[in-house]
């Protein structure tokens, strides 16, 4: 699958990866396109063979807030939004660990990875509530060490973590430990949220959203309590893209890393869809950072199978990804100026022809624009242009032919010059909907 990773419809910020047995399993927050703020109040899973990471099952809600169509309420207590979850296996069991918005957070437990989920208690403690911001645990991410000991790491503009208890909701007063990573507002590497902890070899990496950026961050220790050492950047997500909050966490699926994470849509940052990079750690501990891609679980994509245009990594001068519909999912607002770039296609290695032809599909609004066509890079080389007309339909140009791995990048600008060019300036060219390379 390319990023987004899951089907387009669905959204799932904050995503917990986890591998238990032979699936991965995606546990995150739950989002809305559109949406006009974070999460709603439902939990749900994704998740997909080990062997086979482009067939994606969706194992439904597995905890709730509040009543729907099909499910009670799993809280009594409240009914506000369910953020950032973490999921845990101990002893044949699953625990799922809940931020609850603003209320006391808790542990429901099943006897599958996908649930169903039952609550099993609120968190239990004797410290202040000036310690856990009233019980509520923000961002959970919870560690079952190689002992059997179970560490929670949780916090919201100051950190913290304990130990819990066999019982796996209750904390062991005496191990809490506040601002294990520093909250310095001045400093970019200081901690904002998102706590996230795995353990590899005999190294603890604790991953979080510093208070500076759109970056997931990772410090290390040899001790789950610390102290830890700030690292570095794994990903960046708003680097030449609609920046927003980052959260996620490494997983090891079939000997390789990666690093899940999450993207803006829809113009807003409360309209989140799960994303991955392959990512490298290196004998030294060190994971050199990635930069964002269209790739997913892909090695490369299919420049001759029609692209959807909702994959884009690049995505400069205000353009955005929206959803239309649960069809449909469109790049609009493209002004004069836009970039738009996709990594990476592999054209192959067919020198049989000079030219090959290029389609794309869009919604007209009215305006006469033209795509430059590129490849590696916004400044790249040059291959071939495309007019867009006024009017929604399909757009062809012939264009020099690739070979070989490359991105592939869309610059775009409108068709008008004279006493009007510059009420041209500002306007919404096209909306894009796909496209395709043809040989």
């Known amino acids: 699958m390319a990023n987004p990773i899951l089907p387009g419809w669905e ?7 986890r591998v238990f047995g032979d699936r991965v399993y995606i546990y995150g927050s739950h989002d809305n396109a559109g949406s006009d703020s974070f999460c709603d109040y439902k939990l749900k899973v994704w998740s997909a063979p080990v062997n086979d990471l482009n067939n994606w099952t969706c194992h439904g809600d597995i905890f709730h807030t509040r009543p729907d ?60 509530d000036n310690c856990v911001e009233d019980g509520v645990f923000v961002d959970p991410g919870v560690l079952v060490d190689d002992d059997g000991r179970v560490y929670i790491y949780c916090g919201f503009e100051k950190s913290y973590m304990a130990e819990l208890k066999s019982n796996m909701y209750e904390v062991i007063s005496e191990s809490y430990i506040p601002d294990i990573i520093p909250a310095d507002k001045e400093s970019e590497k200081g901690f904002f949220e998102a706590c996230s902890m795995r353990k590899v070899g005999n190294t603890y990496y604790l991953i979080y959203s510093p208070n500076k950026g759109n970056r997931l961050e990772y410090m290390t220790s040899d001790s789950p309590s610390g102290p830890f050492t700030y690292r570095g950047t794994i990903v960046d997500n708003g680097i030449d893209y609609p920046a927003g909050n980052n959260h996620g966490s490494i997983c090891n699926i079939n ?32 994971i050199p950072q990635v930069e964002m891609t269209s790739l997913g679980f892909e090695e490369s994509l299919n420049p001759y199978k029609i692209t959807s245009s909702d994959i ?19 790049i609009t607002a ?42 590696d890079g916004e400044d790249g080389t040059e291959i071939g242009k495309c007019v867009i007309g006024a009017a929604s339909g399909t757009y062809t140009a012939i264009v020099k032919n690739v070979t070989g791995r490359h991105s592939v990048f869309f610059k775009i600008d409108h068709n008008y010059e004279g006493w009007f060019v510059d009420w041209y300036k500002d306007r919404h060219l096209f909306e894009l909907q796909s496209f395709v390379f043809m040989k």
């Open 11 to 17: 959204y799932i910020p904050d995503g917990e990866p």
């Open 69 to 128: 169509r099909d499910h009670p309420s799993d809280t009594d207590w409240t009914d506000y939004p369910l953020y950032a979850p973490d999921v845990v296996e101990k002893d044949g069991k699953y625990y799922l660990y809940c931020y609850i918005l603003w209320n006391k957070g808790c542990v429901a437990v099943a006897d599958k990875p996908e649930g169903p989920f039952k609550l099993l208690s609120q968190y239990k403690y004797d410290l202040p």
């Open 255 to 286: 000997g390789q890393w990666y690093i899940f994470y999450h993207r803006m849509t829809n113009a807003t940052i409360t309209s989140r869809r799960a994303c991955v990079e392959k990512i490298e750690i290196l004998p030294d501990g060190t």
């Open 312 to 330: 884009a990594c690049v995505l400069k001068g205000g353009c955005f990804i929206t959803e239309l519909d649960c069809f449909t999912r469109v």
């Open 334 to 375: 493209i002004k004069p100026g836009a970039v738009i770039g996709y990594k990476y296609f592999d054209f192959g290695e067919d020198f049989s022809s000079g030219t090959m032809e290029f389609a794309v599909k869009a919604n007209g609004t009215g305006c006469n624009s033209t795509i430059t066509i590129l490849i």
